[in-house]
Nanobody, 127 residues
Framework: QVQLVESGGGLVQAGGSLRLSCAAS????????MGWFRQAPGKEREFVAA????????IYADSVKGRFISSRDNAKNTVYLQMISLKPEDTAVYYC????????????????????WGQGTQVTVSS
């Protein structure tokens, strides 16, 4: 089992940047592929990005491609989401999630494929 704690959210103007962090407990962080999802008020939770267990592979939602980058540091049990050129439509609660896949490279984009979730961090982008 793994506990996840997100941080780094906040209020930023359109065009600004934020870096989210997700710290994981436990000694098996490298056993999990990690994902980022977000949920805006009145909307369903949507996929944002995912990174493989070894950090080699990443995938992104079309809406954030070219603006968001996910990375991880397995020695620090932490995954990051660097966000640039933020837009008001990026406003949401951002969640990190862990997927206990045995594959080094397989990445999932659907929430039910993830086993553990953080509590979320609010990102608000003002226009």
């Amino acid at each position: 089992q793994v506990q996840l704690v997100e941080s780094g959210g906040g209020l930023v103007q359109a065009g600004g940047s934020l870096r989210l962090s997700c710290a994981a407990s436990g000694r098996t962080f490298s056993s999990y592929a990690m994902g980022w999802f977000r949920q805006a008020p009145g909307k369903e939770r949507e996929f944002v990005a995912a990174i493989s267990r070894n950090g080699v592979s990443t995938i992104y939602a079309d809406s954030v491609k070219g603006r968001f980058i996910s990375s991880r540091d397995n020695a620090k049990n932490t995954v990051y989401l660097q966000m640039i050129s933020l837009k008001p439509e990026d406003t949401a609660v951002y969640y990190c999630a862990a997927d206990s896949t045995i594959s080094l490279y397989l990445l999932h984009t659907k929430a039910p494929d993830y086993d553990y979730w953080g509590q979320g961090t609010q990102v608000t982008v003002s226009s």
